[in-house]
């Protein structure tokens, strides 16, 4: 049988010592070199869209019900079923977006499963019930529909984001797509389906903009060629009625790399002429870090490395493999610019993240939870950097996903609930969302790393600026396991009259933040130097910084 996984992808141990920094003086001079970070002014690269700064919530084990929902009942504190300690924190850190219900689940989903009184509502196997490994807990195998779409919608109005739905392509006709989109958005009073959500308490209109035409439709979403999907995508998406709201369209995108799908939907999609990439808001791209066998496998399963006990040059190879995102962005952007000269279209990396084999998951028996690390936080601002750095290009991004599963910013079971390093590089990050990036270069010294005998080289410092106003915001990673380094930071066109810095690190890059220990990373700030409107810098080992600047 063919396991999930390898039908998804469609073709797609380390000694656990404690690797302790070295912070010796040696280290350092020997390393560092002269870094310079230079931004400029005069180089504006577009507006950084708040909804690059996105979040995934698939019903897939304990994401939904135990990470989001607890239910109105429940001894753990909630603010309509939905988890405090949860919306506490998301709202710290701005969420433009958050999509829904998969994943792979939602080629599963029946929307109207998850309407209505909830004890009316019926009960289902989840997709993941029996797929991928290990299978699901009893506890998360079957879907109480609990949380639907009025939830999700109250979900995200309490964290202040907007809701992206993915819709089945899949398992449900075309015209299914159109209900829902009624559903949440036709006016009070006007339809059934408007009575309906009123009746559940939402008497106006949800005004849900973004909405997923399938997912993954390459695999899991119906194992489509890529012309196939575009016929279905124009089938589904033609002359749906937004009820007032306009409806910006996300097209399923290619696996990685795969450009002939990009290539083949965009083909199909102009058959009926150009004016057909109107219709197309955003076009997904989802990227997973997960194959750290050092070029010795393929295989899905055994390429993958765990997420707590690793060696220096599983860090640098987890990064390199995610920074892959970027060529995927600039490649993927230069086939869609042949079909779509003026760049209607823009990249929706809605999913991101690394993927590790199982064997951290805090709550045993959770599908697809990992313990992220130090190295998930230098891995997340190094992927956020990327995104700020191709503002035109990039209009959506999703880290997958938000609680319990992959990059988790949260962990949670029952009442114990802490936040991950990853969450931290979020909180940070924000400030950046609707600035106007600026092109910004990064000087640094090569590091090499020990890969399998061979010297390996990895750039030594990356990161990304934007401008609000007199306001600079700098963010970069170093990515050095064991140096820090010394940054000259100029801002041409400009002088810099004061300067606070918020760094995230730690003095083992395997430290990470559990229910007991929910502090072992967590942000510090650092003193940074102003002479002559500029700024000197000391970028700590295994690093995110963000640096604040007032100019003048
Ligand atoms: O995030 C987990 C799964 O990874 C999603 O359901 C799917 O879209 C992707 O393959």
Redesign the pocket.
């Known amino acids: 049988m063919i396991r999930r996984r390898e039908f998804?992808r469609a073709s797609a141990a380390v000694s656990g010592l404690a690797f302790v920094r070295n912070f010796s003086p040696l280290a350092f001079s020997q390393s560092s070199g002269r870094a310079r970070v230079e931004i400029l002014l005069d180089e504006p690269l577009g507006n950084i869209s708040p909804n690059i700064y996105g979040h995934?919530t698939?019903n897939?084990s304990g994401v939904i019900y135990d990470g989001i929902w607890v239910g109105e009942d429940s001894k753990v504190p909630n603010v309509s079923g939905i988890r405090k300690a949860l919306v506490d924190e998301m709202r710290k850190i701005k969420p433009a977006l958050v999509r829904f219900p998969?994943?792979?689940?939602a080629d599963s989903y029946d929307w109207r499963d998850g309407v209505g009184p909830r004890e009316k509502r019926p009960r289902r196997t989840n997709f993941w019930a029996f797929g991928d490994s290990p299978p699901a807990p009893a506890n998360h195998r079957y879907d109480p529909n609990l949380f639907g779409t009025n939830e999700f919608v109250q979900f995200c109005r309490l964290i202040g984001g907007q809701p992206y739905l993915a819709a089945n392509v899949r398992s449900l006709p075309a015209e299914e797509l159109y209900r829902w989109v009624e559903y949440c958005n036709s006016p009070a009073g006007s339809t059934t389906l408007a009575d309906e959500r009123s009746a559940a308490g939402f008497k106006d209109p949800f005004n849900v903009r973004y909405w997923g035409v399938g997912?993954?439709s390459w695999?899991?979403g119906g194992n489509f060629t890529a012309q196939e999907y575009a016929v279905e995508y124009r089938r589904y998406t033609t002359w749906v009625p937004g009820f007032g709201q306009e409806l910006s369209f996300i097209a399923s995108g290619p696996d990685g790399d795969n450009r002939e799908w990009t290539r083949g939907f965009f083909e199909e999609i102009v058959r009926k002429g150009k004016q057909q990439i109107r219709g197309i808001h955003g076009f997904a791209l989802?990227h997973?870090a997960w194959n750290l066998s050092r070029g010795k496998t393929e295989d899905w399963d055994q390429g993958k490395g765990d997420a707590l006990k690793f060696e220096p040059v599983d860090w640098y190879e987890l990064l390199h493999e995610g920074e892959r995102v970027e060529s995927m962005i600039t490649g993927h952007w230069q086939i869609m610019g042949e079909f779509d000269k003026d760049h209607h279209v823009k990249i929706a990396v809605d999913?991101w993240g690394p993927w590790y084999r199982p064997g951290s998951e805090l709550t045993p028996g959770d599908q697809?939870e990992q313990t992220p690390t130090l190295r998930d936080a230098v891995f997340s601002g190094m992927t956020l950097d990327v995104f700020n750095r191709h503002p035109e290009k990039v209009g959506i991004a999703c880290c997958?996903?938000l609680i319990n599963?992959?990059n988790s910013l949260y962990l949670a079971h029952e009442d114990r609930f802490c936040v991950t390093p990853v969450g931290h590089v979020f909180a940070m990050y924000a400030a950046h969302q609707g600035g106007q990036s600026l092109r910004t270069e990064f000087t640094a010294p090569e590091i090499q790393y020990d890969r399998d005998g061979k010297s390996t080289p990895f750039w030594g410092l990356k990161g990304s600026a934007s401008l609000h106003g007199k306001e600079l915001v700098l963010t970069a990673v170093n990515p050095n396991v064991s140096a820090p380094l010394e940054v000259q930071i100029v801002v041409q066109g400009a002088r810099i009259n004061s300067a606070d810095a918020t760094v995230l690190t730690a003095s083992d890059i395997h430290a990470h933040n559990t229910f007991v220990d929910r502090q072992a990373v967590a942000p510090a700030s650092q003193k940074i130097e102003i002479t002559d409107g500029g700024g000197v810098f000391r970028f700590p080992a295994a690093s995110v910084s963000k640096i604040t600047l007032q100019l003048s």
Do not use: R, V
Not at 102 to 105: E, I
């Open positions: 998804l995934f698939e897939l998969g994943g792979c689940f997912n993954e695999g899991c989802h997973y999913e697809l997958a996903q599963c992959l």
